[in-house]
DNA sequence: CTATGTGCAAATCTTTTGCAGGCTA
DNA sequence: TAGCCTGCAAAAGATTTGCACATAG
């Protein structure tokens, strides 16, 4: 998993992705904003893994600050959390329905181009309910 | 989520279905089965639903036992762990790769007719990788 | 100035593990 | 009998929370 570089510039594309989600921008989020979309990169971290980049990058920011703020980002909509392994979250920059790798051996979770992944049918939902989400998660085992 | 009455007729099913994993059939180890597939319905189950069923029939099971016997049954192949959550584990009885619904509201997985999903493609694995398995999962909200 | 965010440690929740005693083949 | 199984309690790992202090608007 790599984030992008903080920079000047990338602070600022934080800064502006944070108002579009009107979250305040303090200093441990506007940095966190950086890493996560500060090159336009679609970016697919765990807590752990944005908290050893913040670490890496001099940026002074708590552990449980990081989960605040993945779990604002995402009630602010711009972030979206994808389920793919019972022990841990993963959040997706990408807040479109989309379908994803998961390689087990590295539990590293990517985008399958979603032009190659097409349904011919889906059931209806039940009465009483919609669907809210189509997960799709195509497993990769090294051969 | 409802289960298998414990009954002679579904001790005999489970201890059939564990000789079937070659997993060694204990006391407690037949209760769970039978409350598994006691009945010959399919079955999504969690820890904690499961360990409820067994004290609700009557039958003395530990909970850390519980967990041992799904993993045990998981890894002989009786059984498969579905991810929809990220903070529960959830154990299939119907081993194939199937699709599912996920209703939001009150957490439980259900089958999706999987005869009512179809893909016309999916993405090629990367190389040096292959497909292990594709997880679809339709959540579902009430509206 | 006031509401909201942050950091730390402690709490919570699910799942796993160590160990002493029990039971299956 | 030998080895696997069980139960309990304790450990482990991810995430949340309480509270005092700091900071954005």
Redesign the interface.
Known sequence: MCFAPLTPASSQAGEKWLLRGKVRPTRQRVSLAGLLVGDGENRHVTAESLFMAAKASGESVSLATVYNTLRAFCDAGLLN?I???????YFDTCVEDH?H?F??ETQELTD??SS???????????K????????????????
């Open positions: 959390e389920t793919v392994d019972a022990t841990r979250s379908p790798f390689w087990e399958a181009p190659e992944v097409e349904f011919s049918r889906l059931p209806e939902a039940p009483g309910a919609r669907i809210a989400r189509v997960d799709v998660v195509i497993r990769l085992r090294r051969d």
